[in-house]
């Protein structure tokens, strides 16, 4: 999330820039030419509510800190959206299959993340930062947005993968010491190093195109297939949420 405001401001930044204005002498003028330029020509509705969501914080942070007399941002006109629409297409279960055969042909740490993401619907955040210690028997220890922790249970063959990965690893990540004592994380690069998102991104593009998959494939995708697959298998929606 805070990545995405941060991309959302740089955004609004090059805009003004290109436009010759400074970012403590906006006007809304400005900001309705920078709604219907990109509700126009570049994307959603959705995405750009949000950017200007993210926009109008940013000036209520400055004008609750005093730099600004008023928030240009304060009734700024924005697009209706649909709260039931959805532009993030799931993967079938025979994709799914097909996408977790490519990962388990590609490597144990793909085959692991994969299947942990479909099976469970962590966000990539949540994976990533899975360390040893977090993984007991049947269920994972999480941290969620605001740093609130909470226990996820696993299915057998999720587990079993967590458990032959961490083992197959434990010799290289010795050569990353965490300063504040904490075990090793459990998604590291060949170097011991954390795994960052936008090479799991990477990994998972590439895998779909293995699997003949033709539909834009992210860690995100995962997260709304396992939700979207639950459904059809009858979990209710309670248990889901």
Not at 12 to 26: K, S
Not at 41 to 51: G, L, M, P
Not at 64 to 84: N, Q
Not at 167 to 196: C, H, K, M
Request: aromatic share 6%.
């Amino acid at each position: 999330t805070q990545q995405a405001y941060l991309n959302d401001l740089k955004i609004f930044c090059t805009f003004l820039d290109e436009a010759g204005v400074d970012l403590l002498q906006v006007r809304r003028t400005h900001l309705d030419v920078f709604s219907r330029v990109h509700e126009q020509y570049t994307d959603s509705n959705a995405s750009v509510a949000r950017r200007l969501a993210a926009i109008s914080a940013f000036y209520r942070f400055l004008l609750l800190d005093e730099v600004i007399e008023k928030s240009p941002a304060e009734y700024i006109r924005r697009p209706s959206i649909d709260p039931d629409f959805t532009a993030t297409e799931a993967l079938t279960q025979r994709e799914a299959l097909r996408l977790l055969d490519a990962a388990t042909e590609h490597s144990l740490r793909a085959q692991t993340l994969v299947d942990l993401l479909l099976s469970t619907g962590l966000r990539i955040s949540e994976a990533l930062n899975i360390r040893e210690s977090d993984i007991s028997e049947g269920r994972l220890l999480i941290t969620r947005k605001g740093g609130k922790k909470s226990a996820v249970y696993l299915p057998e063959h999720t587990l079993r993968n967590l458990r032959e990965l961490t083992a197959t690893t434990g010799q290289e990540i010795q050569a990353y010491e965490d300063q504040l004592g904490r075990t090793p994380l459990v998604f590291v690069t060949r170097t011991g190093r954390p795994w960052q998102r936008s090479n799991v991104d990477g990994l998972l593009r590439k895998l779909a195109l293995t699997a003949s998959i033709r539909k834009t494939v992210s860690a995100h995708v995962l997260r709304h297939t396992h939700a979207t697959l639950a459904l059809e298998m009858g979990v209710p929606l309670h248990h889901l949420q």
